[in-house]
């Protein structure tokens, strides 16, 4: 960070980040049973914004109903959707609410809507009521039975009587969301293998078609158990944090409460091995705290009076009492959890192709079945019945499923595993983009160092000046900015009982200092650009300043209407784990270059301690700017890791912004790309491992959906495949990669 001395302590992010929302979950519907509160409508502009809650909608073929339907609608702007929470996000005109309620429910789904603004963040996320499995075990027995009966050669109707027992307490759910789908005039599995099922009775294979609906059930529960895995990873994260906390009473007493009914201000007593229930800083006592649910870190920390805790961690030993300071809603937490969601709904490059190919996938073979179905018998005099056939197992073959489901279901593993690591990651496009970073630009204080210098050297440079008063307008005016150099300064006056004065028309002056007037008269306190802006350098200053410089301090100065009137030397120290991670990022192939505003001469002695490839001192804003320019030239992906408002414009040129310690600042945890719950470093290499990880991963899982397709085309066009072949390889397909994709939260 530029040695600006005003800076603003929040992380910032200067990106305009579009997010388009993602197809994603299991392909199965769940019956509408008790719904939870989601959200409400708010007001956008012209328009209104209202969230739903839908029990049914957690697959891409129940988006493709809704899109087409509500996007059908001149009232509707825009559809988004999250379909591992089962949210749908709807952009309309007032008064319309009502008209797209009842649109939804012609295609058989019963939108829950909010009634009180939102739900808390820890409530967990609705779940449909669990369907009786006896229905399922009957249609299994009498598919077995039928397919028995066929093979001792009973008489056809009682086949065909077992069979339609079968698909009746096994596929009326099938048949009603196909129907729904052919109505609207859209080809999803369930259209696809009503018509299957329903041709395949026709030609009089009972047993096949009743055993293929079966089969088809039972894949679609064990789908969604599978799929469930996912979901849970952020309900897990919701679970953290407990749903009581002891406050004590105006009276002095304890009582046990909702955490949710907490406010700001009140006091909570932790005992040992509790988990803490808010976030909030400590009044009384000390503890070690297991903060690895927030930040990742394996080791307990240290608490004692005004450290802060947070939500969902673990007191290990000792009690304390803390202050809260954020509401259950508002927790570190509850945004990290609010963070997650939001990010599974956007849509990474691979997701955005493979929806994409699926919408041209499906009416090809659906094209090819008929020609398959009709061609042969007409043309070349082949057996009706044969090629019938063929074409019903090609329908099966047609749903996209698995291809569709492969990239959701891993991308939301992935930002499950980082989430638990503390790396809170804001969307699949940062996931899967991190594995190509060539560069990553730092800034140093706070980053690569502590961020807590101290000040090691004070020096008298003008004559017939009281040192305490130069000292004190120094700390004056450092008292008035949150810069860790001018905080080293205002804290050692501090420590040594030098009193403040009032400082009036304070002025930050971006990478150089800040200025303001004490007693009637202008000081300025900054970094030696600022000196020699103001022409106030000589060469005896220079002198000291290059030794001090080249000995890794930092040096402001006090400056007046004529001379320098005082040097302050801080020193920072670099953290213990920067130097592991720039090796782990060069054995990654990354570069890393340092952009800070301090002297040249400090960036260097840092740089050349930890190892890092460029290091640039006296950096503007604009200069930081142009450097993160610079190195991507040539299409080479640049990050750019940074914490204070004059890496604002770095960030929003680079391609991921990272924000160090985002712990406990709402702005850094909503607005950057990558926010790393605590300031170690090392958390960047396993952040792009993490990426290459789920890169490969959507590589086999787009490959294996395609070639299992592949092979069982070719075997239906051989004369090979059967109906339950089809299934197995639609079905066999979506298991596969879904926990393929599950892999990385094992990880």
């Known amino acids: 960070m530029a040695p600006g001395l005003e800076e603003t302590a929040t992380r910032m992010r200067a990106h305009d980040h579009q997010h388009a929302h993602a197809a994603e979950g299991s392909c199965c519907g769940a019956d509408p049973a008790a719904f939870q509160t989601l959200a409400g409508s708010v007001a956008a502009g012209d328009s209104i914004r209202t969230q739903m809650r839908i029990l049914q909608m957690d697959c891409p073929t129940e988006e493709t109903l809704i899109r087409k339907k509500l996007g059908a609608m001149p009232e509707v702007s825009d559809l988004q959707f999250n379909l591992m929470q089962r949210v749908l996000t709807v952009v309309h005109e007032p008064d319309s609410l009502d008209a797209i309620v009842k649109a939804l429910g012609t295609l058989g789904f019963a939108p829950e809507l909010a009634n009180n603004g939102g739900a808390s963040a820890n409530s967990p996320v609705a779940q449909a009521t669990p369907k009786a499995w006896w229905p399922l075990a009957v249609a299994g027995a009498a598919a077995a039975g039928s397919e028995a009966a066929s093979w001792a050669g009973a008489p056809v109707w009682a086949v065909a009587a077992l069979a339609l027992v079968a698909v009746a307490c096994s596929g009326l759910g099938t048949y009603k969301k196909g129907w729904i789908a052919i109505r609207n005039r859209n080809l999803n599995i369930n259209a696809l293998m009503s018509i299957a099922v329903t041709g395949a009775a026709v030609l009089g294979q009972w047993p096949e078609a009743a055993m293929v609906m079966v089969l088809f059930t039972i894949a679609e529960l064990i789908e969604a158990k599978s799929l469930d895995r996912a979901r849970n990873a952020i309900q897990g994260l919701m679970r953290l ?89 508002n927790t570190t937490l509850a945004r990290i959890i609010h963070a997650v969601e939001e990010a599974q709904g956007a849509k990474a490059p691979t997701h955005r192709f493979v929806d994409q190919f699926a919408r041209v996938y499906t009416p090809i073979v659906f094209l090819i079945a008929v020609g398959v179905a009709v061609i042969p018998p007409l043309l070349f005099a082949g057996a009706w019945f044969d090629w019938i056939y063929k074409a019903l197992v090609l329908l099966v073959i047609a749903c996209p499923c698995a291809l569709v489901i492969s990239t959701p279901v891993t991308i939301v593993s992935g930002l499950a595993s980082a989430a638990r690591r503390g790396i809170l990651v804001k969307g699949g496009t940062y996931l899967e983009q991190g594995r190509k970073l060539a560069w990553l630009a730092l800034d140093k204080t706070g980053t690569i160092t502590h961020g807590k210098p101290v000040q090691t050297e004070f020096e008298l440079r003008a004559t017939h000046v009281d040192s305490t008063w130069v000292r004190s307008v120094a700390a004056s005016l450092a008292g008035r900015s949150d810069h860790p150099v001018s905080m080293a300064i205002a804290q050692k006056a501090d420590a040594d009982r030098i009193a403040r004065v009032p400082v009036e028309a304070f002025e930050a002056l971006a990478g150089r200092g800040v200025a303001g007037v004490v007693s009637g008269r202008r000081y300025s306190l900054g970094n030696h650009r600022l000196v020699e802006e103001l022409a106030r350098c000589s060469t005896e200053l220079e002198a000291r300043l290059d030794t001090l410089e080249r000995a890794g301090r930092t040096v402001v100065m006090l400056i007046d209407d004529e001379r320098v009137l005082g040097l302050f030397a801080v020193a920072d120290t670099v953290k213990d784990s920067s130097k592991d991670a720039i090796a782990e990022l060069h054995a990654l192939g ?158």
């Open 241 to 329: 944090a407990p749903d009581k906390a002891t406050i004590r009473q105006p009276d002095g007493s304890w009582v046990e409460v909702e955490a949710a009914t907490v406010t700001p201000g009140a006091v909570v007593r932790v005992r040992p091995g509790e988990r803490i229930g808010l976030d909030g800083e400590i009044v009384s006592g000390r503890s070690t705290v297991n903060q690895a649910p927030i930040t990742g870190e394996s080791l307990p920390v240290d608490k004692a009076q005004g450290d802060p805790v947070f939500a969902g961690t673990i007191n290990e030993a000792g009690s304390f009492e803390y202050r809260v300071t954020a509401a259950a809603s």
């Open 590 to 747: 990354v570069r890393t270059a340092m952009l800070t505003g301090d002297n040249p001469h400090t960036a260097k002695a840092i740089a050349d301690q930890v190892g890092i490839d460029r290091a640039e001192g006296d950096q503007l804003p604009e200069d930081k700017l142009r450097i993160v320019k610079e190195l991507s030239k040539g299409g080479s992906m640049v990050g750019m890791v940074g914490d204070g408002i004059n890496d604002a414009p770095a960030l929003a040129q680079s391609d991921i912004g990272f924000a160090m310690g985002a712990m406990g600042t709402d702005t850094a945890i909503e607005t950057a790309d990558v926010a790393l719950m605590d300031d170690d470093l090392r958390k960047i290499p396993s952040f792009i491992r993490l990426s290459r990880a789920t890169h490969g991963i959507l590589v086999q899982n787009i490959s294996l959906a395609l070639g299992i397709k592949a092979v069982f085309l070719v075997l239906t066009l051989a004369g090979l495949g059967t109906m339950w072949m089809a299934v197995f390889a639609d079905v066999g397909a979506s298991l596969l990669v879904v926990g393929n994709g599950l892999r990385l939260l094992r990880k």
